[in-house]
């Protein structure tokens, strides 16, 4: 039984509303929890009043849950199975609602496309026969024309010269600062290269990512227990208190050098 429905007080209860409940019982704004997680408000408030529709793909949803369930404080694993459930008994009552003016509007129907079938049918079949009869008789009654057959004329094959060989093209240059990030966990990051505007995304377990900058990489890390991290093949040891956001994470030539790259 989904945990809104254990109120015993009659009131109608779903999903978003029980979020809702847990946070302004721990008297937690949505806006500290968007400002904690880097979540966007806009998504935020859509968990909570239940617009599944306007939320991204569902392992980014997945990752919302679990980023508003570390600041509320609630078990991520059951929020994020709570809500795939949510989710699911949604799109079951969606589709069998639409099953059925489908399922009528075919029957009124059947008859008269059966019958424009049938009768396309016998026209093209009926014109492929008068073809095929036209093209034997007029075969049968043309004499085959005579034709005189002459030697080919021997032609010499052209000379030509060989191409010249392609001269060979150099290498691109190697980034000096080369960043992996490999995911152990689903993690929001934002990523910020050589001063240029920030990126931000969701990734999900299994992925990883390649950063090559000319001098420095900012990084701010939803998750940073579910990630390991490389610079320029050499493992860099990560530091973060756990359950919380790594914020601007800075490395550099100066970091690559200190660990032999």
């Not at 945990?3 to 979020?19: C, K, Q, V």
């Not at 849950?65 to 059951?78: C, F």
């Not at 949510?86 to 079951?92: E, K, Q, W």
């Not at 152990?184 to 931000?200: H, L, N, P």
């Amino acid at each position: 039984m989904p945990p809104w429905e254990n109120r015993g007080d009659g009131d109608a209860a779903s999903f978003g509303s029980w979020l809702r409940r847990q946070r302004e019982a721990r008297e937690i704004s949505l806006r500290e929890i968007a400002e904690t997680s880097k979540i966007s408000l806009r998504y935020l408030e859509a968990l909570e009043e239940d617009r599944f529709d306007v939320l991204p793909a569902p392992v980014f949803a997945r990752g919302f849950l679990r980023e508003y369930s570390k600041v509320v404080g609630l078990d991520p694993d059951e929020v994020v199975n709570t809500y795939l459930a949510a989710l699911s008994g949604g799109a079951d009552d969606d589709s069998e609602s639409k099953v059925e003016p489908v399922r009528n509007r075919g029957s009124r129907r059947d008859w008269g496309y059966g019958l424009l079938l049938s009768l396309a049918i016998a026209l093209l079949l009926g014109l492929v026969a008068l073809l095929a009869f036209w093209a034997e008789r007029r075969r049968a009654t043309t004499p085959p024309p005579q034709v005189s057959i002459a030697p080919p004329p021997v032609v010499a094959p052209p000379v030509t010269a060989p191409p010249p060989a392609a001269a060979p093209q150099p290498a691109p240059p190697e980034a000096p600062l080369r960043v992996s990030l490999d995911f152990t966990a689903d993690c929001w990051i934002e990523v910020a290269s050589d001063g240029k505007a920030r990126a931000s995304e969701l990734r999900a377990r299994g992925e990883t990512l390649e950063i090559e900058a000319a001098q420095v990489v900012v990084l701010t890390l939803g998750n940073p227990e579910g990630v390991r991290i490389e610079v320029n093949g050499h493992p860099f040891p990560l530091q973060a208190p756990a359950g919380k956001v790594l914020h601007d994470l800075r490395i550099d030539l100066e970091t690559a050098k200190g660990l032999g790259g």
